[in-house]
């Protein structure tokens, strides 16, 4: 007996990767054949999601309770105007007052997590439910996928990672100032130390891990073997990106707990317990 091919549904359109027509996407009647809780995962993603722009949204406008000498708010760094509690960064311009300085720099976080490859997935299917789920209808007719406004602005992402790396020296030139105690004295290690230096680690391993990372370092090489240096850095980071998705959720809270930590110190909820 010779076995026959499922038959495909829907009309087909040119550009086939052999030259022939390529099929649409698979038509299924019903919204779904799983039996699994397949909606757990984009809940979960959108729970998560808006809980943290909640809150950093409500930080970045409070405009106060940023600053724990020697600790600042990864929200609020680099602080760049004068209004800025602390001399963590130079002031570089007075701006008015009515304007959280968080909001200055609010842009390059935002639009590299949002431009972000594995970020886009997770909303897209969470937010947007484009698609929902393997084997899960979606309720859009058309997909244009990211070659039209707005989505065409998702090509701006290794721009946003160059700017990233700018703030992850920053914010590790943060955690090295938190080895001061309330004086300026050095030799102070609280754990606020530790979580500043762990969020600066994070966000790190978040630029390393990233798709944008992988290609600037080994892309368009056609011999690896006449660029031994970049393959080392090349392997290293493939390794990180097989990781990305783990890392990006880890440095996200890691970043929204750094926050509060500093917000709880700043508004006299805990202390700060010093190691040395």
Same mark, same amino acid.
């Given at each position: ?16 990767g ?6 649409r996407?698979?038509?299924?009647a019903?919204?779904?054949l799983?039996?699994?809780?397949w +909606? *757990?995962?984009p809940?979960?993603?959108v ?16 405009n ?6 020697? /600790?600042?708010?990864?929200f609020?760094?680099?602080?760049l105007?004068t ?9 570089l311009?007075t701006?008015?007052? +009515?304007?959280s300085?968080?909001?200055y720099?609010l842009?390059? %976080? ?5 431009t972000?490859? /594995?970020y886009?997935?997770?909303?897209y299917?969470? $937010?947007w ?8 209808t979606e ?13 065409l ?5 290794r /721009?946003?990672?160059y ?9 590790? /030139?943060?955690a090295? *100032? ?8 050095w030799?102070?290690?609280? *754990? ?5 230096l ?18 600037i370092?080994g892309?368009?090489?056609n011999s $690896?073997?006449r660029?031994?240096l970049r ?20 440095s ?12 709880l110190l ?6 700060d %317990?010093?190691?040395?």
């Amino acid at each position: 007996m010779t076995a026959t091919a499922p038959r495909r549904t829907g009309a087909v359109t040119p550009g086939g990767g052999n030259g022939s027509a390529a099929p649409r996407r698979a038509a299924i009647a019903a919204r779904t054949l799983r039996t699994d809780r397949w +909606w *757990l995962e984009p809940l979960l993603t959108v729970a998560a999601l808006v809980a943290f722009v909640a809150w950093s949204t409500f930080r970045a406008f409070q405009n106060d309770h940023y600053f724990a000498e020697p /600790y600042i708010s990864p929200f609020y760094s680099p602080c760049l105007t004068t209004a800025c509690e602390g001399d963590t960064f130079p002031e570089l311009f007075t701006g008015p007052a +009515w304007i959280s300085p968080a909001i200055y720099i609010l842009i390059v %976080p935002l639009g590299f997590r949002l431009t972000c490859y /594995y970020y886009r997935k997770a909303y897209y299917r969470s $937010f947007w439910l484009s698609p929902p789920a393997c084997a899960v209808t979606e309720p859009h007719r058309r997909y244009t996928g990211e070659t039209r406004l707005p989505l065409l602005a998702q090509n701006v992402h290794r /721009y946003f990672f160059y700017l990233g790396l700018v703030f992850n020296v920053v914010l590790t /030139y943060d955690a090295i *100032l938190a080895f001061r105690d309330e004086t300026g004295a050095w030799g102070h290690m609280g *754990l606020g130390t530790v979580v500043l230096l762990a969020n600066a680690a994070l966000l790190w391993l978040y630029s390393l891990s990233c798709h944008s990372c992988r290609h600037i370092v080994g892309g368009r090489l056609n011999s $690896f073997s006449r660029h031994p240096l970049r393959y080392r850095f090349w392997t290293a980071v493939s390794r990180l990106n097989a990781r990305h998705m783990q890392i990006a959720w880890v440095s996200l809270f890691g970043v929204a707990f750094a926050d509060l930590y500093i917000f709880l110190l700043a508004t006299g909820t805990i202390t700060d %317990p010093r190691f040395f």
